[in-house]
């Protein structure tokens, strides 16, 4: 780890690469999509590489992906790589590569490859804060909508609109929550070794891994995020990805 950042020394970095990349329709794992010339997964490697955080990288890959294996072999990193296959949902392909860590680290940070482009900043500031104390710190941002909570009409309401309205959350109070997400490696064991216990539908219902910290019990604390850590979803965020890159702005703050 870089001498100017300041941190606990020994820090595992998870990256999750195995998701199929449904939405953004390229018939081939996202972590493949070409992305400025080269693969998605090139670019967050190069990104987690970059913000010199990581002790030691495992990245989930698609089960029997050769293409990512050979990219994550390939490319000279600053740390050691462990590659594993991913799973059923992320969950579970977190689990697998925190499960390939080694077992005397300080914490954990779960970043998703599909935020290709998050600036170094943002790994200073979550690590920063595990530094200083805390057990759990997500990035997040305010949120630009104003969001309702909805239900499904039914009956000959359903022939005028699908939903209806059930209430407006204070918007000042909610915040869109990114990755990299940085936990102390017991709690993230211990949450995961939960999860793994789930049943369907409870495991299905979980979109990080801070849920699995909260439900522990752990104060979660939040730093600042960056639009640059968009996660690349559709085909429209892969456009923006582009644009980003091809105007040299991207790993630096907004
Ligand atoms: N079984 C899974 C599912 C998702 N992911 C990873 O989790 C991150 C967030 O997932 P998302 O962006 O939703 O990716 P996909 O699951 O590939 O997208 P989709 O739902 O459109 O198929 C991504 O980096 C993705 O590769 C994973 O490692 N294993
Ligand atoms: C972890 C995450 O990126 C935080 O915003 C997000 O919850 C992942 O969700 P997805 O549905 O798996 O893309």
Wanted: include cysteine; charge should be negative.
């Amino acid at each position: 780890m870089s001498e100017s950042i300041p941190g606990p020394h020994r820090v595992g970095v998870i990256l999750v690469a195995g998701g199929s990349g449904q939405r953004l329709g390229y018939g081939m794992p996202k972590a493949q999509v070409p992305l400025a010339g080269e693969m998605l997964l090139a670019h967050a490697l190069r990104g987690v590489d970059a913000s010199g955080v990581a002790s030691h990288i495992s990245v989930a890959v698609p089960a029997a992906d050769v293409a990512l294996r050979a990219l994550c072999t390939a490319m000279r990193l600053g740390c050691p790589i462990t590659v594993v296959d991913g799973g059923a949902t992320r969950s579970d392909s977190v689990r697998a590569a925190l499960n390939s860590l080694p077992g005397d680290l300080h914490a954990v940070l779960v970043h998703d490859a599909a935020r290709a482009l998050a600036p170094a900043q943002v790994f200073h500031r979550v690590v920063s804060a595990l530094a200083a104390g805390a057990e759990a710190v997500i990035p997040a941002v305010p949120v630009v909508d104003t969001v309702k909570s909805v239900e499904p009409t039914g009956g000959s309401e359903a022939a005028l609109a699908p939903f209806r309205v059930t209430g407006t959350p204070d918007r000042s109070s909610l915040r869109a929550v990114q990755t990299p997400q940085g936990f102390e490696a017991g709690l993230l064991r211990r949450a995961h070794a939960e999860a793994a216990e789930f049943d369907e539908k409870r495991a299905a219902a979980i979109t990080d891994d801070a849920m699995l910290a909260e439900s522990l019990g752990a104060t979660v604390h939040v730093v600042e995020g960056s639009d640059m850590s968009l996660k690349i979803t559709t085909p429209l965020d892969l456009l923006l990805a582009e644009a980003v890159l091809s105007n040299g702005t991207s790993m630096q703050e907004d």
